[in-house]
């Protein structure tokens, strides 16, 4: 790419996704404005089933299972064959979506500064599963969700933004979960594209292609 100011370039994302995508469609839908800082070039899936593979082939996205079964339980040569699959589409930036396999250290320094993740709770209130029964077995009267850096600890790195929703009298998991994947959905986003541009100002970023 020649004569182009960084300004008006996108960046380029790679979602990685174990199930239905709702999240992932929320990007697509955003990343269509030519002005979003982000294009999703690619989205793989551990799970060969993930319906959201089928929500990316609909829109043309390079959508791609790498299963991680037949690795037998070896993550990091799972990853490996993730991470060439990133590196050969010229991802720039990973944005996990429902991503549910814990990442090793490899992959994580791997993509250190470049990778992001949504996770449905208010962090630091519930790393890991089961938020929402969490929430409401704790009596918090606000709940929601945080996009935040992914660093080695589970939901711990720098957090790029939150957006809560109240918890109501009578919720149960399933009426919460749902408030909170609507706010997921609008945040999620907003995040990406503050990371992309983030990642695009960097003194040292250069486009992939
Ligand atoms: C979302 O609740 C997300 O926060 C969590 O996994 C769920 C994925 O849902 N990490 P979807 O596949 O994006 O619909």
């Known amino acids: 790419m020649t004569d182009v100011t ?33 294009e999703i070039v690619l989205v793989l899936a551990n799970a060969p089933g993930a319906g959201g593979l089928e929500i990316a082939r609909q ?7 790498i299963d991680h ?44 500064g470049r990778m992001i993740n949504i996770h449905p709770s208010l962090l630091p209130h519930f790393p890991g599963v089961d938020t929402h029964a969490r929430a409401l077995a704790a009596g918090h009267d606000r709940h929601g969700c945080t996009v935040h850096w992914v660093t080695e600890g589970v939901d711990a790195g720098p957090v790029i933004g939150q957006a809560d929703v109240p918890v109501l009298n009578g919720d149960t998991v399933e009426t919460l979960a749902a408030r909170v994947l609507t706010a997921e959905h609008g945040l999620y986003p ?6 992309a541009r983030e990642l695009r100002d960097a003194a040292n970023f250069k486009p992939s292609r």
């Open 6 to 38: 960084l300004g008006s370039v996108r960046v380029r994302v790679g979602v990685l996704i174990s199930g239905r995508g709702s999240n992932l469609a929320a990007l697509m839908e955003a990343a269509q404005d030519p002005g979003y800082p982000a």
């Open 59 to 65: 829109a043309d996205i390079a959508a791609v299972a």
């Open 69 to 112: 079964r037949p690795f037998k339980g070896d993550r990091e040569a799972h990853e490996r064959a993730i991470d060439a699959a990133l590196r050969g589409a010229g991802v720039e930036l990973v944005a996990l979506a429902g991503y549910m396999r814990i990442l090793t250290p490899w992959f994580v320094q791997a993509w250190r």
């Open 190 to 195: 907003q995040c990406l594209a503050q990371a």
